[in-house]
């Protein structure tokens, strides 16, 4: 038994096909059978029933799976120790960010940590929290970034800062004159929200069943902060911002913009990996990269977090 043997297990296993498995893992489909066969040979058993379209796994093949995710983190760890006491920071480095914190943390943050990290190879995916969860789990990123808390026994979470939400008002809008905006006041029958499957707008939600109007009949989603902002402004309804988008906003356009009175709305806003993650040198030195520069942006003490999970479980 080989841990490379393990690693074709377990590529099998996750995308169900052989030849898909071994692209992933840089071989020939024949290299790859014939190593797990001689694995099942010497285990006298069978992992996978070849019978089933997509392939399965047996019954003890569920089991040997389990225990190859272990023996296969645990001999990556030796690589992750060594690298640890040389405080060397280097090598693969997979990322993934959500779509509603990308666009405006990442131009904060990235040109610095490349310059201070020459090493580092970064790779970066645009992804959902759902996704970012899913490829923590199955190893296929390191890190995410993500509106917390997510309350999930299997992720780790390390606060980066608390973004508030600000209020985009249009002149037809009732709010409009209003210098700040109470969240009592709110009404999500005239608040443009993103579309489903962005944790901001299950902030929104949340925000408003708690604290403002219970009647959630939506009337428009969409799939951006710009269309929200463009929208808005044609009187549809106001949006919520979080505070980094507003700070692109010509001068024309911060008039509609209207702050909450405290204690502010905000999300927190963290870095998650998984339990068993092995490059905790590389995960501090991004911490410490967005550190250095999210206390000169957001400079917010009085917030109260809205969780993007609570409105799931009917708070």
């Known amino acids: 038994m080989t841990i490379t043997q393990l690693k074709y297990v377990l590529a099998v296993a996750e995308y169900k096909n052989f030849t898909i498995a071994s692209e992933h893992c840089f071989v020939t489909q024949p290299t790859l059978s014939m190593q797990i066969q001689k694995l099942e040979e010497e285990l006298d058993t069978q992992i996978f029933n ?10 003890i093949g569920n089991k040997i799976i389990e225990q190859a995710k272990i023996i296969v983190n645990e001999s990556n760890r030796i690589t ?13 480095f997979k990322l993934g960010i959500i779509p509603t914190i990308m666009p405006t943390l990442l131009p904060l943050f990235l040109k610095s940590f490349i310059k201070k990290y020459p090493q580092v190879n970064l790779k970066i995916e645009e992804l959902t929290t759902e996704e970012i969860i899913k490829k923590l789990a199955d190893g296929h990123i390191d890190v995410g970034i993500a509106a917390t808390p997510l309350e999930n026994e299997f992720i780790k979470e390390r606060v980066l800062y608390y973004e508030p939400f600000v209020g985009f008002v249009p002149e037809e809008h009732r709010l409009f004159n209003s210098t700040t905006i109470e969240v009592e006041n709110l009404n999500i029958e005239d608040i443009l929200l993103l579309e ?25 989603h969409s799939g951006s902060f710009d269309t929200l902002i463009k929208l808005s402004k044609e009187g ?78 009917g708070a």
């Open 196 to 220: 489903d499957g962005h944790c901001f707008k299950e902030s929104i939600i949340n925000l408003c069943s708690t604290f403002g109007s219970k009647n959630q009949h939506f009337q428009l």
């Open 80 to 92: 992750d120790i060594v690298d640890q006491q040389k405080g060397f920071v280097g090598g693969d």
């Open 50 to 59: 070849r019978k089933k379209k997509p392939i399965q796994l047996t019954e």
């Open 236 to 313: 549809l309804g106001m949006t919520l911002l979080p505070y980094l988008q507003t700070l692109d906003l010509n001068e024309k356009d911060k008039k509609y913009l209207r702050e909450f009175n405290e204690p502010v709305p905000a999300r927190e806003v963290s870095l998650i990996y998984h339990k068993s993650q092995l490059k905790i040198q590389l995960i501090e030195a991004l911490k410490s990269s967005i550190d250095g520069i999210i206390r000169g942006v957001i400079a917010f003490n009085d917030v109260k977090i809205i969780s993007p999970v609570l409105q799931k479980k």
